[in-house]
């Protein structure tokens, strides 16, 4: 893919890329659902990720996720880390970013805005509400 020299710009500017980023519906009676996104670390050292706020969620947790005794289970994580001109891919499987406690009803198709608050200041992006699958 050529880039014209506006695009060639505008992608030097940006030092993060949040790729994609869905939030998973809510399945009743759950009171937490779980996210799949790309955190694209375009800087010369790591990026942390310190937390994650989103409007209509009362908090964001870090999850990761083992095996034990062939039951799959999520724990919490401090923070996440991005390597320098890394990539971190999110997703229910692995670690992901956990909504919690729901502040009002959310429709499937709804958009959301996430801020991520990293060690290189905030980053806002949007988030859609889709249909859970695992792929
Ligand atoms: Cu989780």
Do not use: W
Not at 10 to 19: G, I, N, Y
């Amino acid at each position: 893919m050529t880039l014209s020299p506006a695009q060639a710009v505008e992608l030097s500017a940006q030092q993060v890329d949040v790729v994609a980023p869905v939030i998973f519906m809510l399945r009743p009676p759950a009171k937490a659902t779980g996210s799949r996104m790309a955190i694209i670390n375009h800087l010369d050292k790591p990026l942390q990720i310190l937390s994650v706020s989103c409007e209509a969620f009362s908090q964001v947790m870090f999850h990761s996720v083992h095996f034990r005794q062939g039951q799959q289970v999520m724990e919490p994580v401090k923070q996440l880390q991005v390597s320098a001109h890394g990539r971190l891919v999110l997703t229910p499987n692995t670690t992901h970013l956990m909504f919690m406690a729901p502040k009002r009803a959310l429709s499937k198709g709804e958009y959301l805005q996430l801020i991520l608050h990293t060690s290189a200041g905030d980053i806002k992006t949007i988030a859609q509400i889709v249909p859970f699958h695992l792929k």
